[in-house]
């Protein structure tokens, strides 16, 4: 029998439309478009918060900046190449790249319409305005031009199109202006068009003075200030015309491993080329002018639908500043305090806690981050602590995990850190982090050539009573104590002597050489972790075959591992119960009759990013729970050093089902139902109580 979908009754289907049978997958790059549709649906909620609504407008923004940096780039490269495409579901690159120009010009319209018609007018109801230039009054103008000579002018290096001042090389994502001019300058020139570039230095929203609003929150965009006094720029010639226009570039950095010596370096040598990589979109304003757009195209050597003309500021997600600005409580998310639990309190011991009490689970960011950092900087200055290791993948600035691990090296603790310098976009952080600490004594590797290491571990070494004890902790997000406020994920803290073993072992593969060494309790990819996933899923198929309770479960950031899919595709023709949360990519299509009708999809969205992972299997009604810091995905499963924890202690597991997946699939107000075509659609409670998983988890255990 077909496993129910809560609320199903509530869903309404946007197509009835049957795939066609060979295309069982859903392309993975159209699922991340949807995905970001549901963020902008979170934007246009009036439920939402009017300043988080801002937030969630800008969060699509730089959602779809990274998307083209990454994904369209990599799609063009293929197209360039005449590569087939990556993916399963047989979509050609250049079929893709229609397809995404097509829905993206949609979304991004839609964005533009919902900031016009919908944020600006409400935040102007409650006395928060972005003013246009042709709104400003006199003394506004008067005092916008003293701060322009004084703070913007000096900066600026505007770059005149002559045989001698080729286009300039535009930065990845920079603000620029084309300035068309008419007239002849000191030199006799009159080329007639300039290229501005804008410094990221400068601050894009400017905050009028009061006495001359009254208001503290009237601003001004930095595009706005800088147009509306460019004449001082180009003394005695008319300026015809000034558009804004954005480039975004390919950023993702290829490096041959097996050729450099040294990772690092090569990985420095790269970063800079980041800015400069070819363009693969451009977006401007939307009067810029026919001539000025051709000019644009051609430099770049993109077309038509690689362009995106916007009513707005071109750099949106900088528009998510004025929610820092504007002290407003009552338009924001109520604050939260994350709360303790009895046993591990903030200034427990946690390895009393750990020896006394047994294993912890910490549900963040409902529960604190403080038992964690605890652990580590108690273990700095113990003299009972022998060693310290953990894997860094992405930490923040001024983390105190890191100056934790600086301490620890100080104090002649032997210091271990496995820092990914791959990690998308943090390469320059993770390797300003990896001097540091090798300058403090700590011993840095960086894992495994072909192999990010996107695990989430720490080790300590303590001797007690003339024995050697272990410690560990196992998150399914990164120490970064900053997203631990923003992020859902579990922490799993535990004295196992079983799990201590395997966590060493895992620590040695990364630094240094030797066999895989059998794991006693982790799944540990790229080894074990997705052949005995696989198994479980058959073990579940074959106990529904015989007539079986069998039932999988799991909560996961993307879907997209080909062989995992085709694996829960033949396990629900069996007849198991597949009940997936997955927030972002899924390309399993879920409903399909006699292949996925016992599989339902749904994504959870809201204030804080969805970000645990957890698998649930039935086993014969043993329950196996696991955490991890693995989706099921290709790059995960096969590409990656990944570990997911057994969780056993009955109390502890239950509380993982109750919390990620027992709630999860009651929401009826954040969840987002995927249906067989590829579509979402958000759940309605129909007069029922609403349900919200994040609400009820704050409820629950913040203070």
Not at 197 to 207: A, K
Not at 397 to 403: D, L, N, R, T
Not at 496 to 525: K, W, Y
Not at 672 to 700: C, E, F, I, M
């Amino acid at each position: 029998m077909a496993k129910s979908d809560p609320g199903a009754s509530n869903v309404v289907r946007l197509s009835q439309r049957q795939p066609e049978k060979s295309n069982v997958f859903i392309n993975r790059e159209l699922s991340s478009i949807a995905f970001n549709e549901r963020v902008l649906e979170l934007a246009q909620d009036p439920a939402v918060p009017l300043l988080e609504r801002l937030r969630y407008l800008s969060i699509f923004s730089s959602n779809l900046d990274e998307f083209f940096e990454v994904r369209v780039a990599g799609l063009k490269e293929r197209e360039h190449l005449e590569l087939a495409s990556p993916y399963p579901d047989g979509e050609s690159p250049s079929s893709l790249l229609r397809e995404i120009s097509k829905r993206c010009h949609t979304l991004i319209e839609s964005q533009y319409q919902t900031l016009n018609e919908d944020l600006l007018p409400a935040l102007q109801d409650e006395g928060i305005r972005v003013l246009k230039r042709n709104e400003l009054t006199v003394r506004q103008v008067s005092w916008l031009r003293r701060y322009f000579e004084r703070e913007i002018m000096p900066v600026l290096s505007p770059i005149g199109l002559d045989p001698a001042h080729p286009f300039p090389n535009v930065q990845n994502k920079g603000l620029n202006l084309v300035v068309e001019l008419r007239g002849e300058d000191a030199f006799s020139r009159d080329s007639g068009l300039v290229i501005l570039p804008v410094p990221r230095c400068l601050p894009r929203l400017i905050q009028l003075p009061t006495d001359l609003t009254g208001s503290p929150h009237h601003f001004v965009m930095l595009s706005s200030a800088i147009h509306s006094n460019v004449d001082l720029i180009f003394r005695g010639m008319s300026v015809e015309g000034c558009h804004q226009f954005r480039v975004t570039r390919n950023s993702d950095m290829w490096v041959d491993e097996d050729e450099v010596e040294d990772l690092l370096s090569a990985i420095k040598g790269e970063l800079h080329g980041r800015n400069y990589g070819a363009a693969v979109r451009l977006e401007v304003a939307d009067n810029c002018s026919d001539g000025a757009i051709r000019l644009l195209l051609e430099h770049h050597e993109l077309s038509e639908s690689d362009m995106y003309q916007v009513r707005g500021p071109v750099n949106l997600h900088r528009v998510s500043a004025l929610a820092d600005l504007v002290d407003r409580p009552d338009l924001k998310f109520p604050p939260s305090t994350p709360g303790f639990q009895d046993k591990l309190g903030p200034n427990t011991d946690p390895f009393v806690a750990l020896q006394e009490g047994g294993d912890v689970l910490l549900h963040h960011p409902y529960e604190s981050y403080t038992p964690v950092v605890s652990m580590l900087t108690r273990a700095a200055t113990d003299p009972n602590v022998l060693a310290v290791k953990i894997t860094l993948y992405r930490t923040g600035a001024a983390s105190p995990i890191v100056e934790a691990l600086i301490d620890a090296a100080r104090h002649g603790k032997e210091v271990t850190v496995v820092i990914e310098l791959r990690a998308r976009f943090d390469e320059a952080a993770n390797i300003r982090l990896a001097t540091r600490l090798a300058e403090a004594g700590a011993k840095v590797a960086y894992g495994v050539v072909g192999h990010k290491c996107h695990a989430k571990m720490m080790l300590i070494v303590r001797r007690e009573d003339g024995t050697i004890r272990r410690y560990v902790h196992l998150g399914t997000g990164n120490y970064h104590t900053g997203t631990s406020r923003l992020y859902t994920d579990f922490s799993f803290m535990t004295a196992s002597p079983d799990i201590g073993e395997d966590v060493h072992n895992v620590f040695m593969q990364l630094t240094s050489l030797g066999e895989v060494n059998p794991m006693r309790c982790l799944l540990h990819a790229p080894f074990t972790l997705k052949n005995t996933l696989i198994a479980l899923i058959e073990a579940e198929a074959e106990a529904a075959r015989n007539g079986r309770p069998a039932q999988i479960r799991a909560k996961l950031n993307g879907l997209s591992e080909p062989t995992i899919i085709q694996a829960l595709y033949e396990a629900s023709k069996a007849g198991v119960c597949i009940d997936l949360v997955v927030r972002g990519i899924c390309c399993l299509r879920p409903g399909i009759p006699g292949l996925s009708e016992n599989i339902t999809v749904r994504s959870i969205l809201g204030r804080f990013l969805e970000h645990a992972r957890v698998y649930h299997f039935h086993a014969e009604g043993t329950d196996l729970v696991f955490t991890s810091s693995a989706d099921w995905m290709d790059r995960n499963l096969n590409r990656r050093v990944e570990v997911a924890a057994p969780i056993t202690t009955p109390k502890l597991k239950a509380r993982i089902l109750a919390e990620a997946l027992d709630m999860s699939l009651t929401d009826n107000t954040h969840a987002w139902v995927l249906d067989q075509n590829g579509q979402y659609t958000r759940l309605q409670n129909g007069g029922a109580n609403p349900s919200h998983v994040q609400q009820a988890l704050l409820g629950k255990h913040s203070r």
